[in-house]
């Protein structure tokens, strides 16, 4: 593996990693991410966007969810951030 | 949720967050005899264990209360022949599931059994390589039972953890052991060196590896991280004997760290049980939610006020929260001392007395006490050896 790996685009569709789940805890009242002995808890724009990562659907179609479902614009490049920081944590695979 | 309200118990100096670690040490019955267990001295004499139906509940009432990894620990966890059935309940309450086991006992069978209920991950830790240096080393019979149940972990999809408990004794072999976790394709490693409760504190002296011995584990550590890169994560937990300042212990007393001892002792970390003169409630007559917020020996150590002045007035306190409660009952007799790992302590001397022994070699000691392995037996003479010092 190479630590520069290719970064996530708009035409990937992209999944949560094997061996991590990704489950909305009451408690916590958020959207967490678990492994093994360990737990990330994401805050309210990681977890819709790590919500809606389900193999299928491409990252432009996952952002144009976004923007209808908050009724916003301009979300791309928050997005792609996000999902290169998941990628590089090993979160998500493209 | 039924469980009462908390009338009759003390309020929390600082509300706590949900006890989001539950641990629950199902058995201290292990068919190994390691020198550095954690298990308590005394764990001969806990010998009632919960039964299904008491963990059962326990799983159910930690959920409510906030709990979402669960380790499923020892002794070894394997020898609860209900163990797929807890894994299960874990599983659909919404848990992730980690079994911190030696492989002992972990056949084909069981593994097929345990991945159906949903079992998340799997920590296999190497044996005692004390007892077993030889064999380790010698990649024979350890290996043999490493290598099968590494297949059969692999084989059912989980990730591959591995545990070792690093020591004096096979400190200086760390390059073999990074290398056999490469043979066994292990996705992790975490050598973790051996911290001085329990067992492994009767054992101090001959555990604690010299500086020199230290360094170099560190070096080949790095340089195997640089040649392996991301196939293998190694974590290397140093002794903090080697401190200058303490670690923030569990991340704080009652702060997200719940362990439920075999007998249904409820404890902020799994070594609390030593603190004298501390009570700790009981699964069985206690829920979960009020053990959490209420009970008095998980709100003893919460916040600050318990401090003495050391770390009172330490304009780093919160960073470490006085390190250790265990630590410093262990070295100072009092576990609202600060840890003695802190150099501003004014027991630090008995934590560099203990380093400065380590940098003598074996061979021209002096004074060499032999290594107690934990077993039933010995657990029992040091019990009673040890008894009428408390009192």
């Not at chain 1, 520069?4 to 009242?29: C, M, S, T, Y």
């Not at chain 2, 039964?51 to 409510?64: M, P, Y």
């Not at chain 2, 976790?181 to 009767?202: G, K, R």
Request: a negative charge; hydrophobic letters at 40%; aromatic letters at 8%.
């Amino acid at each position: 593996m190479n630590a520069q790996q290719a970064a996530i685009g708009l035409d990937n569709r992209p999944r949560v990693a094997a061996h991590f789940r990704l489950q909305w805890e009451e408690a916590q009242k958020s959207w967490v991410l678990l492994y093994p002995e360990g737990m990330v808890k994401l805050n309210v724009s990681a977890g819709e966007i790590m919500q809606r990562l389900d193999g299928e659907k491409t990252v432009q179609a996952l952002i144009d969810e976004l923007e209808r479902q908050f009724e916003t614009t301009g979300l791309t490049p928050d997005v792609l951030d996000f999902l290169a920081i998941a990628h590089r944590q090993g979160w998500v695979k493209p | 949720m039924n469980a009462p309200p908390a009338t009759a118990n003390v309020a929390p100096a600082v509300q706590p967050g949900p006890p989001l670690w539950l641990l629950a040490e199902l058995t201290y019955r292990c068919p190994l005899h390691c020198v550095f267990c954690y298990n308590p001295v005394d764990f001969a004499l806990n010998s009632t264990e919960l039964s299904t139906d008491d963990w059962l509940r326990v799983l159910r009432e930690a959920r409510v209360a906030g709990s979402v990894q669960c380790g499923f620990s020892g002794g070894e966890p394997m020898l609860r022949d209900d163990l797929e059935v807890l894994v299960a309940e874990a599983r659909r309450l919404g848990f992730y599931t980690n079994l911190l086991t030696s492989g002992v006992g972990l056949t084909e069978a069981r593994a097929t059994a345990l991945k159906q209920a949903g079992l998340d991950h799997i920590q296999l830790s190497f044996q005692d390589s004390t007892r077993e240096l030889n064999d380790f080393l010698s990649h024979t019979k350890t290996f043999d039972l490493k290598r099968r149940t590494a297949e059969i972990i692999k084989a059912h999809g989980w990730p591959m953890v591995l545990n070792c408990v690093v020591h004096r004794l096979n400190i200086d072999y760390i390059g073999q052991i990074i290398e056999l976790a490469v043979e066994l394709d292990a996705e992790y490693l975490e050598l973790a060196n051996s911290q001085y409760y329990s067992w492994a504190e009767l054992n101090r002296d001959a555990l604690l590896p010299s500086r020199e011995q230290l360094e170099r584990a560190e070096r080949v550590t790095n340089a195997y991280r640089e040649k392996l890169g991301d196939t293998l994560r190694m974590f290397f937990v140093v002794p903090d004997y080697y401190e200058n300042r303490p670690k923030k212990c569990m991340n704080g007393w009652g702060n997200i760290f719940l362990t439920i001892t075999p007998d249904g002792t409820a404890l902020p970390c799994h070594t609390a049980k030593m603190i004298k003169g501390l009570d700790f409630p009981n699964v069985r007559n206690m829920s979960i939610q009020d053990i959490w917020y209420a009970s008095p020996g998980f709100n003893h150590f919460r916040g600050d006020a318990w401090m003495k002045d050391t770390c009172r007035t330490c304009p780093e306190k919160a960073k470490d929260l006085g390190g250790c409660r265990c630590q410093a009952f262990m070295l100072t007799g009092d576990a609202a001392n600060a840890d003695p790992v802190c150099d501003k302590s004014p027991f630090h001397h008995e934590v560099l007395k203990a380093v400065a022994l380590a940098q003598i070699p074996d061979a021209q000691r002096t004074v060499v006490k032999p290594l107690v392995f934990r077993d039933p037996k010995a657990s029992r003479q040091f019990t009673e050896a040890s008894t009428p010092a408390l009192k």
